[in-house]
């Protein structure tokens, strides 16, 4: 068992790009025991007679062949990656999980991303689009480019947030880090929407980031330690799953548990991968939306676009991009947008499944963390929705202690069935959030946000008013009072 590097270049570029670091790593006169190997592959500015441009789901699977040939199952393998390189190790990792195939994937324990254009990349868009509007990989650079998002969401879900081995999900550490100064792509697009504590900026351009001339620069010391705690890691730490999941990444329908909500085989299941992790402001993001199949039976709803293959592929506000607004934001899962407020907010978040509502409720509470919970009116049409959504609004009556989680019911500008059926929309959410009527708090409840826009600006003052709130009724945890420790004197009087 053996610890590889297998670094990835990126567009326009070879394996000679990793040249410079290379000779870093012969000349270091402290050596760590792992393997290099650089992976090449074509990316020409302009295709020749007879030979074609691969596309990035070709270079995917050209990379799996690659690390089956040069590397074995036990390996610790560590991608590093510069700019497109680390879609391609994306694109790759989602591909083999999306296939049941996380048994076999396991081997990568660590993405290293440098440059990555995860939201993808302005610089000199008009000239892409006229000079290489036909060539595969320049197309999937562009901004917020659809396969290349929803690629992303699928990673953050199967193995950033992953705990086990299973078909479809496996643990694999992802560090994403932004050029200091690089005007290719921005710090925004290369950190993207992944965990705070694993993204980071180093000095240097686009090019420069991964070219250091000495090893006391801030990249190579970076590249140790990976290095180093991949030599650390062992086998032993992945645990496979005792238990198969569908194709969506969730985990098939069980029997609920005796004090939850009655739970179908086409509506939300439970995750049994254990309690959450405790941290303070941890932030849930809970979606209450239905799949595209459960969409289609509900009568009232007549578009199912919004929907996708599991919960939490909802995106209310998709639309053809316009003159008015040329961007791609509202293409994005709602969730998606959650956790970029939530991490611009400072906070570290997570995508919980919707069944297990009621017990991260007390969880949360009991923790000093946060649930947003984004509900889909035209879900709780189906009874499971709408039991989830209901006992979750009489969380705070009766002896309950208040919560000051927000509660999003977004109004879609882009969606004709809310102007066509709009009473329908009012009468769902009477009809599923009483009491959060009631109490009429406008902060916590967000109602009818019409835009991408609307909703990221009223859901950041949502989780700061949560987290001024949380200061003056959160738990305190402190030690028990007792005797002084052995080693504390006891002064007497003089």
Request: one cysteine or more.
């Given at each position: 068992?053996?610890?590889?590097?297998?670094?990835?270049?990126?567009?326009?570029?070879?394996?000679?790009?990793?040249?410079?670091?290379?000779?870093?790593?012969?000349?270091?006169?402290?050596?760590?025991?792992?393997?290099?190997?650089?992976?090449?592959?074509?990316?020409?500015?302009?295709?020749?007679?007879?030979?074609?441009?691969p596309?990035?789901?070709?270079?995917?699977?050209?990379?799996?062949?690659?690390?089956?040939?040069?590397?074995?199952?036990?390996?610790?393998?560590?991608?590093?990656?510069?700019?497109?390189?680390?879609?391609i190790?994306?694109?790759?990792?989602?591909?083999?999980?999306?296939?049941?195939?996380?048994?076999?994937?396991?081997?990568?324990?660590?993405?290293?991303?440098?440059?990555?254009?995860?939201?993808?990349?302005?610089?000199?868009?008009?000239?892409?689009?006229?000079?290489?509007?036909?060539?595969?990989?320049?197309q999937?650079l562009?901004?917020?480019?659809?396969e290349?998002?929803?690629?992303?969401?699928?990673?953050i879900?199967?193995?950033?947030?992953?705990?086990?081995?299973?078909?479809?999900?496996?643990?694999?550490?992802?560090w994403?880090?932004?050029?200091?100064?690089?005007?290719?792509?921005t710090?925004?697009?290369?950190?993207?929407?992944?965990?705070?504590?694993?993204?980071?900026?180093l000095?240097?351009?686009?090019?420069?980031?991964?070219?250091?001339?000495?090893?006391?620069?801030?990249?190579?010391?970076?590249?140790?330690?990976?290095?180093?705690?991949?030599?650390?890691?062992?086998?032993?730490?992945?645990i496979?799953?005792?238990?198969?999941?569908?194709?969506?990444?969730?985990?098939?329908?069980?029997a609920?548990?005796?004090?939850?909500?009655?739970?179908?085989?086409?509506?939300?299941?439970?995750?049994?991968?254990?309690?959450?992790?405790?941290?303070?402001?941890?932030?849930?993001?809970?979606?209450?939306?239905?799949?595209?199949?459960?969409?289609?039976?509900?009568?009232p709803?007549?578009?199912?676009?919004?929907?996708?293959?599991?919960h939490?592929?909802?995106?209310?506000?998709m639309h053809?991009?316009?003159?008015?607004e040329?961007?791609?934001?509202?293409?994005?899962?709602?969730?998606?947008?959650?956790?970029?407020?939530?991490?611009?907010?400072?906070?570290?978040?997570?995508?919980?499944?919707?069944?297990?509502?009621?017990?991260?409720?007390?969880?949360?509470?009991?923790?000093?963390?946060?649930?947003?919970?984004?509900?889909?009116?035209?879900?709780?049409?189906?009874p499971?929705?709408a039991?989830?959504?209901?006992r979750?609004?009489?969380?705070?009556?009766?002896?309950?202690?208040?919560?000051?989680?927000?509660?999003?019911?977004?109004?879609?500008?882009?969606?004709?069935?809310f102007?066509?059926?709009?009473?329908?929309?009012?009468?769902?959410?009477?009809?599923?959030?009483?009491?959060?009527?009631?109490?009429?708090?406008?902060?916590?409840?967000?109602?009818?946000?019409?835009?991408?826009?609307?909703?990221?600006?009223r859901?950041?003052?949502?989780?700061?008013v949560?987290?001024?709130?949380?200061?003056?009724?959160?738990?305190?945890?402190?030690?028990?009072?007792?005797p002084?420790?052995?080693?504390?004197?006891?002064?007497?009087?003089?």
């Amino acid at each position: 068992m053996a610890a590889v590097a297998v670094f990835v270049h990126g567009l326009f570029s070879s394996a000679r790009t990793w040249d410079t670091l290379e000779a870093l790593f012969l000349a270091d006169p402290d050596p760590i025991d792992v393997k290099r190997l650089p992976w090449n592959y074509p990316s020409p500015p302009v295709g020749r007679p007879l030979e074609s441009i691969p596309s990035f789901n070709t270079l995917a699977d050209s990379l799996w062949t690659f690390l089956e040939t040069e590397t074995d199952a036990e390996d610790r393998v560590c991608l590093v990656t510069h700019s497109q390189g680390g879609l391609i190790a994306q694109r790759l990792i989602v591909r083999m999980l999306k296939d049941g195939r996380g048994s076999e994937i396991q081997r990568i324990r660590s993405l290293v991303m440098f440059a990555c254009p995860n939201d993808g990349s302005e610089f000199h868009l008009t000239l892409r689009r006229g000079f290489f509007r036909r060539h595969p990989q320049v197309q999937d650079l562009k901004p917020f480019h659809q396969e290349v998002q929803d690629t992303r969401h699928d990673l953050i879900n199967r193995a950033v947030h992953a705990t086990v081995v299973s078909e479809s999900r496996c643990p694999i550490t992802v560090w994403a880090y932004a050029g200091q100064t690089d005007r290719v792509v921005t710090p925004e697009s290369a950190q993207s929407a992944f965990p705070k504590e694993n993204v980071g900026v180093l000095p240097g351009t686009h090019s420069k980031i991964i070219r250091p001339k000495s090893p006391d620069e801030l990249i190579y010391k970076k590249l140790r330690q990976h290095f180093q705690q991949l030599r650390a890691s062992h086998s032993s730490l992945r645990i496979p799953a005792q238990r198969s999941e569908t194709s969506s990444g969730q985990p098939p329908p069980t029997a609920p548990p005796a004090d939850g909500p009655p739970v179908s085989a086409s509506g939300p299941s439970p995750r049994p991968d254990g309690d959450p992790p405790t941290d303070a402001f941890l932030v849930h993001i809970v979606v209450a939306a239905g799949t595209t199949e459960e969409i289609r039976a509900i009568w009232p709803r007549r578009a199912d676009q919004y929907y996708g293959t599991s919960h939490d592929l909802w995106a209310p506000y998709m639309h053809e991009p316009t003159q008015e607004e040329p961007d791609y934001s509202g293409r994005l899962p709602l969730a998606y947008h959650a956790g970029v407020v939530a991490t611009v907010r400072d906070f570290k978040y997570r995508i919980a499944d919707v069944a297990q509502l009621q017990h991260l409720t007390t969880w949360a509470e009991e923790n000093n963390q946060f649930i947003i919970l984004l509900v889909d009116v035209w879900s709780t049409f189906m009874p499971e929705f709408a039991s989830i959504v209901h006992r979750y609004d009489v969380r705070a009556t009766g002896s309950e202690p208040q919560r000051n989680d927000p509660v999003v019911v977004p109004w879609s500008r882009y969606d004709p069935s809310f102007s066509i059926d709009g009473r329908l929309f009012w009468e769902r959410v009477s009809a599923n959030l009483p009491h959060a009527l009631e109490r009429g708090d406008p902060d916590l409840l967000i109602l009818a946000s019409e835009t991408p826009d609307e909703f990221k600006r009223r859901l950041a003052k949502a989780l700061t008013v949560a987290k001024t709130r949380l200061f003056t009724t959160g738990r305190v945890f402190q030690e028990p009072p007792g005797p002084p420790p052995p080693s504390m004197p006891i002064l007497g009087n003089p």
